[in-house]
């Protein structure tokens, strides 16, 4: 089992840059394939951005491509998701998601394969 922790969230104005962290505790962090999910007031919960086990390989939504960059640190049990450019539509609660079970590549975008996440963190984009 995993718990995860997110920080970094807060108030940024439009083209500004914010660094999300999810640190990880409990064993074998390797064996969790990591993503972060946001959630805008009166929406659903979307796919953000997801990396794989061992950091090699980034999955991003289209909405985050080349402004977005996820990395994880296995030594420190961490994952950052570093946002740049931002908009006001970015605004949402940004939350970490871990999930242990077989990879499949159709899965990554969807909520329901991932079997923990954190408490969230609000970030705020103003115009």
């Known amino acids: 089992q995993v718990q995860l922790v997110e920080s970094g969230g807060g108030l940024v104005q439009a083209g500004g840059s914010l660094r999300l962290s999810c640190a990880a505790s409990?064993?074998?962090?390797?064996?969790?394939?990591m993503g972060w999910f946001r959630q805008a007031p009166g929406k659903e919960r979307e796919f953000v951005i997801a990396?794989?086990?061992?950091?090699?390989?980034?999955y991003y939504a289209d909405s985050v491509k080349g402004r977005f960059t996820i990395s994880r640190d296995n030594a420190k049990n961490m994952v950052y998701l570093q946002m740049n450019s931002l908009k006001p539509e970015d605004t949402a609660v940004y939350y970490c998601?871990?999930?242990?079970?077989?990879?499949?590549?159709?899965?990554?975008?969807?909520?329901?394969?991932?079997?923990?996440w954190g408490q969230g963190t609000q970030v705020t984009v103003s115009s």
């Open positions: 990396i794989s086990r061992s950091g090699s390989t980034p």
């Open positions: 409990g064993t074998l962090f390797t064996s969790y394939f």
């Open positions: 998601a871990a999930v242990n079970r077989p990879f499949a590549r159709s899965l990554v975008p969807t909520s329901d394969w991932y079997n923990y």
